[in-house]
C-alpha cells in the first residue's frame, strides 16, 4: 500500500545558511571566555597534524578549553536563544508553516503541507534552544553525552559534511529517531517525503554531499551566499558549484524576507511541487475508479 506522500520538506544546513554566524563564535566563546582565534587554530591544528576530522577536533578542543567547567546540555540550550538569523527568519517558517499565500485551497484539500528540518555539522542543542526550534519538524546536528553531573562529557554523535546524507534518507524514510536503522529497506512508494517533494539549501562546499544526493534521486537545491560579506567569499563558492562545478542549478542571497530572490524560489518550488502532487493523486484516483455499468 503506497504512503501519501503529500509532505514537502524543506531541509537546511545551518551555519551561513541560516545564520551568518558560527553559532561557537557568537554564543558560546563569549560565554566561557574562549579566545576565538586560538580555538580555530587549535582546530585546524588537530586537522592537518593529527588527522581529527574537522567536527571531532572542534568537539575535543571545546572541552579541553572548558576544562572543569564544562556546561550541561541544558545551559548550552539556554544558550541557543541568542542565536541570530539572516533577514526574515523566523518569520519564513511561521508564515510557510501557516501555508498562507504559500498553498492554494486545492493543496490543502489533498492535505499537502510544507515542513522544515535541519541538519548540521554544529551543536544540536543550540539549534533546539534557539529561536527557529518551534518551527522545525527535526533537528540533527552533533552531541554530547553528559556524566553523572549532567555536564558534556564526549562527543556522542558527531555528524560531518559527508554523513549528512544519512539524515536526508532518515527524512525521506520518516526515520527520525536515531533507535531506527536508516539502512533497512523501504519500497519507494511508501516512503513518507520522496526526495522530489525535498528542498535542500546550504552555502558551500560542504554541502556537496547533499546537493549530489538531492540531483540524482531527483531532488532541488540552492546554494546561499552572505550578501553583506564584502570580500564575497560566499557569493564566490555558490559561482563555482553553479557555474563550473554542475552541483547546484540555483543560487541567491541568503536573505528569507518576502519578495526576494531567495523567497521567490522557495515559494515557487513548493508551488510547482504541491501542484504535481495533486496531479498525480488526481491520476491515481481516475486510474483507479472503475465506472459504475450504465443501464
Known amino acids: 500500500m503506497s504512503a501519501p506522500q503529500n509532505t514537502i520538506a524543506i531541509v537546511y544546513d545551518y551555519d551561513q545558511t541560516l545564520s551568518p554566524n558560527y553559532m561557537q563564535d557568537e554564543v558560546v566563546f563569549p560565554a566561557f571566555g574562549i579566545n576565538s582565534e586560538i580555538f580555530w587554530r587549535r582546530c585546524s591544528e588537530l586537522v592537518r597534524d593529527h588527522g581529527y576530522d574537522n567536527e571531532l577536533a572542534y568537539m575535543k578542543v571545546l572541552l579541553d578549553q572548558l576544562g572543569m567547567d564544562r556546561p550541561t546540555n541544558d545551559e548550552l540550550k539556554k544558550l541557543g536563544a541568542k542565536l541570530n538569523f539572516y533577514k526574515g527568519l523566523p518569520e519564513m517558517f511561521e508564515e510557510f508553516r501557516?501555508?498562507?499565500?504559500?498553498?492554494?485551497?486545492?493543496?490543502?484539500?489533498?492535505?499537502?503541507?510544507?515542513?522544515?528540518?535541519?541538519?548540521?555539522?554544529?551543536?544540536?542543542?543550540?539549534?533546539?534552544?534557539?529561536?527557529?526550534a518551534p518551527y522545525v519538524r527535526a533537528i540533527f546536528g552533533c552531541e554530547f553525552a553528559t556524566d553523572s553531573e549532567n555536564r558534556i562529557t564526549f562527543p556522542k554523535r558527531v555528524i560531518s559534511h559527508t554523513q549528512k546524507t544519512q539524515f536526508l534518507f532518515r527524512i525521506n524514510k520518516g526515520f527520525l529517531e536515531m533507535s531506527q536503522d536508516v539502512n533497512d529497506h523501504m519500497d519507494p512508494e511508501i516512503r513518507p517525503i520522496p526526495f522530489p517533494n525535498m528542498i535542500y539549501v546550504g552555502d558551500g562546499p560542504t554541502d556537496v554531499p547533499c546537493f549530489t544526493v538531492m540531483k540524482k534521486n531527483g531532488g532541488q537545491a540552492i546554494a546561499v551566499y552572505n550578501p553583506d560579506d564584502p570580500q564575497r567569499l560566499g557569493f564566490k563558492k555558490c559561482y563555482q558549484l553553479s557555474t563550473h562545478a554542475d552541483r547546484v542549478k540555483h543560487i541567491a542571497p541568503a536573505d528569507y524576507r518576502r519578495n526576494t530572490h531567495l523567497r521567490m524560489l522557495l515559494e515557487q518550488m513548493v508551488e510547482e511541487t504541491a501542484n504535481r502532487v495533486v496531479e498525480q493523486r488526481k491520476l491515481a484516483i481516475e486510474t483507479g475508479t472503475m465506472r459504475a455499468p450504465k443501464h
Request: glycine share 18%.
Open 98 to 132: 501557516g501555508g498562507e499565500g504559500l498553498l492554494t485551497a486545492e493543496h490543502a484539500a489533498h492535505g499537502i503541507k510544507v515542513e522544515h528540518y535541519i541538519i548540521s555539522s554544529g551543536l544540536k542543542v543550540l539549534i533546539d534552544g534557539s529561536r527557529l
